[in-house]
């Protein structure tokens, strides 16, 4: 009995290691990322908002207030393996309701009605370590929108 509960301690942290192992890689990785993305677009593009990089194409006309309804029209993209997990999706929610990705509503206040852009969300604000369809654990994601 005393080796049962033994082999399960040991396997249990083998996998707590490796999964401590693979988040570190994806911070190294994702840092790179980062910073080629950043450097791809020049230092004026995409200004960092609470862990999150936003690039505003058009600026929008009135801010948004508490239980306004938005409307989102946007891609999205994985930048580690490139994969686009949408294409023109319409997403409607009420402003200032959680119910977002992390990323999402740390971006929203810096947002207007109308405006047009990308967002850089690192992957502790996106998914985190959980797969998403066919959005790797890890994944930075990349959103190209328009908000109406």
Do not use: W
Request: neutral net charge; aromatic residues 12%; hydrophobic residues 35%.
């Amino acid at each position: 009995m005393k080796k049962i509960f033994l082999i399960i301690f040991v396997l249990t942290m083998a996998m707590v290691v490796a999964s401590c192992s693979k988040e570190k890689d994806a911070k190294d990785d994702e840092g790179e990322i980062i910073e080629k993305m950043l450097a791809r677009y020049g230092d004026t593009c995409f200004v960092e908002h609470d862990g999150v990089y936003l690039y505003l194409t058009e600026e929008g006309d009135t801010k948004y207030g508490n239980s306004d309804i938005v409307t989102m029209i946007y891609s999205g993209q994985t930048l580690q393996n490139s994969v686009t997990f949408a294409k023109n999706d319409t997403l409607t929610f009420v402003y200032g309701n959680p119910g977002l990705i992390s990323g999402f509503m740390k971006a929203l206040p810096y947002t207007k009605k109308n405006c047009k852009g990308q967002l850089l969300i690192p992957y502790k604000y996106g998914y985190g370590d959980r797969r998403i369809g066919v959005i790797e654990p890890y994944s930075t994601l990349l959103f190209t929108f328009e908000l109406k």
